[in-house]
Antibody, heavy 125, light 107 residues
Framework: QVQLVQSESELRKPGASVKVSCKAS????????INWVRQAPGHGLEWMGW????????TYAQGFTGRFVFYLDTSVSTAYLQITSLKAEDTGVYYC??????????????????WGQGTLVTVSS | DIQMTQSPSSLSASVGDRATIACRAS??????LNWYQQKPGKAPKLLIY???TLQTGVPSRFSGSGSGTDFTLTISSLQPEDFATYYC?????????FGQGTNVEIK
């Protein structure tokens, strides 16, 4: 079945870096975008951006530029999120989710499914 | 950015009740509106896309309607497994913004 499996929880000190992986299976990896979504503790869902898996081109939402990097290893159908210079406010659950087109496939006709199980990143001294 | 506002923020209801959640966009988004369900400690799950199309496998007691700026998610008869948080999301433009969520609790 189509699924995204993420890496395990991470605990880091402020200023450190972290890498979250998202391994896809059950479909052709380069045919669908991967989006990243953050959920801070007790808060809602925040779209961080997406990466075009056919070209490797990332797009970052405002607030997720500079310290956040999306990249791929297509040989193992895996997307990665790297966060550098970690701050306490980066604490949260990070989800990868496949972006799939429906209808005529316009760039607006996008749904998010399936989601990875989430990776908790805790930043604390 | 397009702002998505859900109401109410929380809803207390009993099993068998009808539940209605509203979602309003800050500008017209046609029908580019998706709904997700999230249970505590779990990843969100797609329920409805294109405002009213039920995702495969989602029970028919869930329905969506609306177009333009105003949308509604309706659960016709709440079941115990439906108590969760629900989010709307627009795909009209980037950033792909979500509503703040509506927590459906057991009365």
């Amino acid at each position: 079945q189509v699924q995204l499996v993420q890496s395990e929880s991470e605990l880091r000190k402020p200023g450190a870096s972290v890498k979250v992986s998202c391994k896809a299976s059950g479909y052709s990896f380069t045919n669908y975008a991967i989006n990243w979504v953050r959920q801070a503790p007790g808060h809602g869902l925040e779209w961080m951006g997406w990466i075009d898996t056919s070209t490797g081109d990332p797009t970052y939402a405002q607030g997720f530029t500079g310290r956040f990097v999306f990249y791929l290893d297509t040989s193992v159908s895996t997307a990665y999120l790297q966060i550098t210079s970690l701050k306490a406010e980066d604490t949260g659950v990070y989800y990868c989710v496949r972006g799939a087109s429906y209808g005529s496939g316009s760039w607006r006709e996008v749904l998010f499914d399936p989601w990875g199980q989430g990776t908790l990143v805790t930043v604390s001294s | 950015d397009i702002q998505m506002t859900q109401s109410p923020s929380s809803l207390s209801a009993s099993v068998g009740d009808r539940a209605t959640i509203a979602c309003r966009a800050s500008q017209t988004i046609s029908n580019y509106l998706n709904w997700y369900q999230q249970k505590p400690g779990k990843a969100p799950k797609l329920l409805i896309y294109a405002a009213s199309t039920l995702q495969t496998g989602v029970p028919s007691r869930f329905s969506g309607s609306g177009s333009g700026t105003d949308f509604t998610l309706t659960i016709s008869s709440l079941q115990p497994e439906d108590f969760a948080t629900y989010y709307c999301q627009q795909s009209y433009n980037t950033p792909r913004t979500f509503g703040q969520g509506t927590n459906v609790e057991i009365k």
